[in-house]
């Protein structure tokens, strides 16, 4: 059955890499383990470019490394959205007697990546780019776009779920897909980029520590 894949990359990234040594992630290498039966043709990989924050200086370098290492994989393209920072008025967890109870913070949003998923995700359906289409996410906002290509358009609909058992999102699961599967720690583990790479710019190096 061929198969497109569309990957919500922070939702990846917070409900299964984050904090794991699973961060050196082939995505084509994933795909092919949860869906052993399917003709994987495309994969489209959701995300926004970090910028360096305070103890974190080495993150845009390492996720540049990402970036390149995903570009040598022939089926992976990769959708950037970006990210917004602006004033929030915020209520003190602790306020002190007499005291504030709101500060001003700067909040930072990742903007695009959900709307570019839905957008590529009903547009590659309504040209049945593909027979199949698997979502990597478990953001609620796709129940829609996930329910219009599966009941409307009669297509067959999976989510490969990022996020630990226990959250997964009762929205999403209410558009009643095709199927279901929990992504768990062994597929991940097995599905690592080699610790070096090369592509035209040289030699590509897992960062330390993923």
């Given at each position: 059955?061929?198969?497109?894949?569309?990957?919500?990359?922070?939702?990846l990234?917070?409900?299964?890499?984050?904090?794991?040594?699973?961060?050196?992630?082939?995505?084509?290498?994933?795909?092919?383990?949860?869906?052993?039966?399917?003709?994987?043709?495309?994969?489209?990989?959701?995300?926004?470019?970090?910028?360096?924050?305070?103890?974190?200086?080495?993150d845009?370098?390492?996720?540049?490394?990402?970036?390149?290492?995903?570009?040598?994989?022939?089926?992976?393209?990769?959708?950037?959205?970006?990210?917004?920072?602006?004033?929030?008025?915020?209520p003190?967890?602790?306020?002190?007697?007499?005291?504030?109870?709101?500060?001003?913070?700067?909040?930072?949003?990742?903007?695009?990546?959900?709307?570019?998923?839905?957008?590529?995700?009903?547009?590659?359906?309504?040209?049945?780019?593909?027979?199949?289409?698997?979502?990597?996410?478990?953001?609620?906002?796709?129940?829609?776009?996930?329910?219009?290509?599966?009941?409307?358009?009669?297509?067959?609909?999976?989510?490969?779920?990022?996020?630990?058992?226990h959250?997964?999102?009762?929205?999403?699961?209410?558009?009643?897909?095709?199927?279901?599967?929990?992504?768990?720690?062994?597929?991940?583990?097995?599905?690592?980029?080699?610790?070096?790479?090369?592509?035209?710019?040289?030699?590509?190096t897992k960062?330390?520590?993923w």
């Amino acid at each position: 059955m061929r198969t497109n894949v569309y990957i919500d990359g922070f939702n990846l990234y917070y409900g299964s890499l984050k904090g794991t040594p699973y961060r050196w992630l082939d995505l084509e290498a994933l795909c092919a383990r949860m869906l052993p039966k399917n003709d994987v043709q495309r994969v489209r990989y959701f995300t926004a470019r970090v910028a360096a924050r305070t103890g974190k200086l080495h993150d845009p370098v390492h996720q540049d490394a990402y970036l390149r290492a995903l570009a040598t994989l022939p089926t992976v393209t990769v959708h950037l959205g970006h990210f917004l920072t602006k004033p929030a008025t915020m209520p003190l967890a602790n306020p002190s007697p007499g005291g504030p109870r709101f500060a001003e913070v700067l909040r930072t949003e990742e903007k695009g990546s959900d709307v570019n998923l839905a957008t590529y995700l009903l547009a590659d359906a309504f040209r049945r780019d593909a027979d199949a289409f698997v979502i990597v996410s478990n953001d609620s906002d796709l129940t829609e776009p996930m329910r219009i290509v599966c009941h409307e358009l009669g297509l067959v609909v999976g989510i490969l779920n990022p996020q630990p058992p226990h959250k997964r999102s009762r929205a999403l699961l209410s558009c009643k897909p095709t199927f279901f599967k929990q992504i768990r720690a062994g597929v991940l583990a097995a599905s690592q980029f080699p610790p070096t790479l090369t592509d035209a710019r040289g030699t590509i190096t897992k960062p330390v520590g993923w």
